[in-house]
T-cell receptor
Framework: DSGVTQTPKHLITATGQRVTLRCSPR?????VYWYQQSLDQGLQFLIQ???????AKGNILERFSAQQFPDLHSELNLSSLELGDSALYFCASSVRAGDTEAFFGQGTRLTVV | LAKTTQPISMDSYEGQEVNITCSHNNIATNDYITWYQQFPSQGPRFIIQ???TKVTNEVASLFIPADRKSSTLSLPRVSLSDTAVYYC????????????FGRGTSLIVHP
């Protein structure tokens, strides 16, 4: 158990819908990362937050957004969903921004039908 | 960011030692080498990290030659449960570092 909690574990929704994925980092970790993993793209970095502020952006679509709350949990919002958004979404956390060791949650499997 | 190259896949048998080599020719002075393991449908898990020479923990050993342009992850006496994807990452801790994963090496351990 990494100490990073993601909910829900599975999510099935229709095209055009909006969903919210939730992540609780390890106790004491200030940095949260979001990744998308699909079969054809591998593990892609989406966005990073550190202590409530956006820190870095990767290959995140404009239809996707995220935030980190004062209690340090984070949410990833995915809207206008397309079939191609079906993937595993992982959250990771680390103590500080830029740590070389990150701790990953078990992921949320999103299926868009 | 140092680019890494590792084999796409490897096969082994239970009880054998497995060595996975990662090339990182443009590694910077402050960069560390970090390996993660990922089982199907699970998040990656940190397994070992090193800067130079040899590092060993309860899971694996990491060998880094003097020029640091490559590294080798060694898994002793693998079992079926070691079947996973192994990722090699290179970077220095600091504000702008983001763990960036390539395709990794898919290790399949056969009975």
């Amino acid at each position: 158990d990494s100490g990073v909690t993601q909910t829900p574990k599975h999510l099935i929704t229709a095209t055009g819908q909006r969903v919210t994925l939730r992540c609780s980092p390890r106790s004491g970790d200030l940095s949260v990362y979001w990744y998308q993993q699909s079969l054809d793209q591998g593990l892609q970095f989406l966005i990073q937050y550190y202590n409530g502020e956006e820190r870095a952006k990767g290959n995140i679509l404009e239809r996707f957004s995220a935030q980190q709350f004062p209690d340090l949990h984070s949410e990833l919002n995915l809207s206008s969903l397309e079939l191609g958004d079906s993937a595993l979404y992982f959250c990771a956390s680390s103590v500080r921004a830029g740590d070389t060791e990150a701790f990953f949650g078990q992921g949320t499997r999103l299926t868009v039908v | 960011l140092a680019k890494t190259t590792q084999p796409i896949s490897m096969d082994s048998y239970e009880g054998q030692e497995v060595n996975i080599t990662c090339s990182h020719n443009n590694i910077a002075t402050n960069d560390y080498i970090t390996w993660y393991q990922q089982f199907p449908s699970q998040g990656p898990r940190f397994i070992i990290q090193g800067y130079k020479t040899k590092v060993t923990n309860e899971v694996a050993s990491l060998f880094i030659p003097a020029d640091r342009k490559s590294s080798t992850l060694s898994l002793p006496r693998v079992s079926l449960s070691d079947t996973a994807v192994y990722y090699c990452l290179v970077g220095a801790s600091g504000g702008s570092y983001i763990p960036t994963f390539g395709r990794g090496t898919s290790l399949i351990v056969h009975p």
